[in-house]
């Protein structure tokens, strides 16, 4: 027999062996469990994490995790990669695996920017089949797949998707319910037709009608949301208001009691801090001509009164900083105000050369808004306003700002230079501040906005102008200049937010350079190289230590397609030469339409000018489109009929309008002014944006473009 304390030994050896074994077979048992629990879930582990997994399983847990991989790898931006795994995927699957890999297949196409495919494989899916989070995902696809542009399908996609969410995520989609529903014309919103059983999407519309009746009245738009959730209390966006609404409840006028407008009136500026004073002075002493507007044809032809001829065709220096002479500088910081009848003794000053394009190193980014009643620009006149003028070419902002701070102003207007504007936004002033530029990167501030004229926001404008009139394939002529550059930018990045791809650039030179080109018989083909800031992130490449971007594709690199657009930025006498040049080598009938910017448009329209321009569009500021006639004329003779200057004139007029909606503008969503700069708007940083008009060349004449 054997001895029992051999066998309490023996026992007590072997109990660690038998726990070891039982702890490892219990972590072999949850690697299926854990793919199974994110397969169901919202799966918020990285692409790494998912691919790790997926080399250490085998079968149908492999497969789970691939899928999941495919998923992060699209949710982090790596197409490529997440297109090779999908092509991977084998084709025995489980029901469950099937449909994640139909849905994942359209969320590719999405990453792709092949809407068409995704909007496909989303009508071959059975949305009864899919789990709660697949149907969110379901209708985020379709969501993305509308690329923003407002329509019926839009939203019912973002209705189906609301009950789905919850905390953030559903506040994310009432607010982009909303901002489809507020980017629609009021006749886009008309032609809406429902069913009778879409109760929640009837209450958003009615919330829409409601807006578009009031939205230039705070007080008559904040009674009608009261109503509006009393009518519907169970809709969404009753229980849980959009935040631009959000901001109505809480509007109070801002007061302009007490005006302080902050320009240069010495150095290179000068000309135009005093061009804008004077606008903005005649406005507020109801001297400004407020005569009603013409008729399109009259306003088109108004333009070519006496064919006046801009004494300013070079470009204008880059705002940034005021360069005065020395020994030209005044001690005062304050200027006393100016009657408005002594503007044309100012406007006799030496006139600094200007563009068509108007002061500042400016971006103006942001979608044209609907326009539909808008406020008039031309706002009551005050006189009794208490206007007091600084001079910030005299010192530095922050003592000017400790003056007007100190004077007790209600309202800053200004500054106008860039670097002053970035000195304001370094001074974190509790004034409220209508700023005449625009910084490098702009902060959403609540008591600051932004208006500013720019070539850049020109861009941005032809850019919607020309992708409303349905083209694909934009080609942009520019100078050899850094000013050239930030056009192109400005137009590529626009381009881009509005779902467009590639855009191509083509430098040319001097207007000489073009002159032999004529004479040699080049022309100018229609092609170019694509704008950095259009082509699509790519992805990036590692070897060894080394990260590199991949390389366009050829399609990137041509554009993808024929050139249907060309937006030539260029002066009277450099268009004069392009455009004969671009019919010389493509001929007369070319399939591409011709747009220009307002540079070109400087009051030398003569008769042969408008027929050498034949079908081209151009854009241009409302009042020297013709909107306001009897103002177009007043700023002329003031500025001795440059062109640039007048729209600095205009600007100065519409800067007392906003000052006094200034608080509208910051908080009231989809508030408007009829400005004579462009139909003014504001987005969420309260940048102001300018919609143009677009006038065309026909048969001699100027019309409005269609």
């Avoid at 006799?348 to 400016?362: E, F, K, N, S």
């Avoid at 230590?545 to 399609?555: F, M, V």
């Amino acid at each position: 027999m054997v001895p029992l304390t051999f066998l309490r030994k023996k026992a007590t050896r072997s109990l660690p062996l038998v726990l070891a074994a039982l702890i490892f077979a219990g972590c072999g048992t949850q690697a299926p469990d854990q793919s199974t629990a994110h397969m169901q879930g919202s799966a918020q582990a990285d692409s790494g994490f998912y691919l790790q997994q997926m080399s250490q399983s085998s079968d149908d847990t492999r497969i789970n995790w691939q899928l999941l991989a495919i998923r992060a790898l699209i949710k982090e931006g790596k197409t490529q990669q997440a297109s090779e795994l999908f092509n991977q995927l084998p084709q025995d699957l489980t029901d469950a695996q099937r449909r994640e890999r139909s849905l994942l297949e359209a969320e590719l196409r999405i990453a792709q920017k092949d809407y068409a495919g995704a909007k496909k494989a989303l009508g071959d899916i059975d949305l009864s089949a899919l789990d709660k989070n697949q149907q969110a995902r379901f209708w985020q696809a379709g969501i993305t797949a509308e690329q923003g542009r407002p329509s019926l399908t839009l939203l019912r996609a973002l209705v189906a998707q609301e009950p789905l969410l919850s905390g953030a995520e559903k506040q994310k989609n009432i607010d982009a319910t909303w901002q489809a529903l507020s980017g629609m014309t009021q006749a886009q919103a008309q032609a809406l037709v429902i069913n009778a059983d879409e109760n929640v999407l009837q209450g958003w519309i009615d919330l829409q009608q409601m807006w578009f009746n009031n939205r230039n009245d705070p007080a008559m738009l904040k009674a009608g949301i009261s109503d509006w959730r009393t009518r519907y209390p169970q809709n969404p966006g009753a229980k849980m208001l959009p935040s631009q609404l959000a901001n109505v409840q809480n509007f109070k006028p801002a007061s302009t009691a007490r005006i302080a407008l902050l320009l240069p009136l010495n150095g290179q500026a000068a000309v135009f801090g005093r061009t804008i004073r004077q606008g903005f002075e005649a406005a507020k002493n109801g001297t400004a001509a407020v005569a009603g507007s013409a008729v399109p044809e009259q306003a088109a032809q108004a333009a070519n009164v006496n064919d006046v001829v801009s004494p300013s065709a070079a470009e204008t220096a880059d705002l940034t900083t005021a360069q005065s002479p020395e020994g030209t500088r005044q001690n005062p910081v304050t200027a006393p105000t100016t009657p408005p009848a002594a503007a044309p003794a100012e406007a006799t000053a030496p006139v600094a050369p200007a563009p068509a394009a108007q002061p500042g190193d400016v971006t103006t980014p942001a979608p044209a808004q609907p326009s539909v009643a808008p406020a008039q620009a031309v706002t009551a006149a005050s006189p009794g306003t208490e206007l007091k003028i600084y001079d910030t070419s005299a010192q530095p902002l922050d003592q000017v700002l400790a003056q007007v701070q100190q004077d007790g102003a209600s309202i800053v207007v200004g500054p106008l230079l860039k670097n002053n504007v970035e000195a304001l936004m370094r001074s974190n002033t509790s004034l409220n501040v209508l700023a005449l530029n625009q910084p490098e990167q702009v902060q959403n501030r609540a008591n600051i906005c932004y208006f500013a004229l720019s070539p850049e926001d020109e861009a941005r404008d032809a850019a919607r102008h020309i992708h409303d009139q349905g083209k694909q394939a934009p080609l942009l002529l520019i100078p050899r200049s850094s000013f050239g550059d930030r056009v192109a930018n400005a137009f590529a990045d626009e381009w881009k937010h509005l779902g467009g791809g590639v855009v191509l650039a083509q430098k040319f030179g001097s207007a000489s350079e073009l002159r032999a080109g004529v004479n040699g018989g080049a022309g100018i083909a229609l092609t170019g190289s694509p704008i950095a800031a259009s082509l699509p992130q790519q992805e990036a490449v590692t070897i060894g230590d080394l990260t590199i971007p991949a390389p366009p594709s050829e399609a990137q690199i041509s554009g993808g397609g024929n050139v249907d657009a060309a937006y030539i930025v260029a002066t009277p006498e450099e268009i004069a030469f392009i455009k004969p040049m671009i019919a010389m080598r493509n001929g007369s009938q070319s399939a591409a339409t011709l747009y220009a910017s307002s540079r070109s448009a400087q009051g030398t329209a003569g008769p042969d000018f408008r027929l050498e321009m034949d079908g081209l569009q151009y854009s241009e500021i409302p009042m020297l489109a013709g909107s306001n006639p009897s103002l177009m004329q007043q700023a002329l003779s003031t500025v001795n009929n440059d062109y640039s200057l007048a729209r600095l004139y205009a600007m100065g007029v519409d800067a007392w309008a906003l000052a006094n909606h200034f608080t509208q503008m910051r908080q009231v969503p989809g508030f408007e002014l009829n400005g004579n700069t462009g139909d003014l708007t504001a987005n969420e940083n309260c940048v102001i944006n300018r919609k143009l008009s677009w006038l065309k060349y026909q048969q001699g004449e100027i019309v409005p473009a269609s």
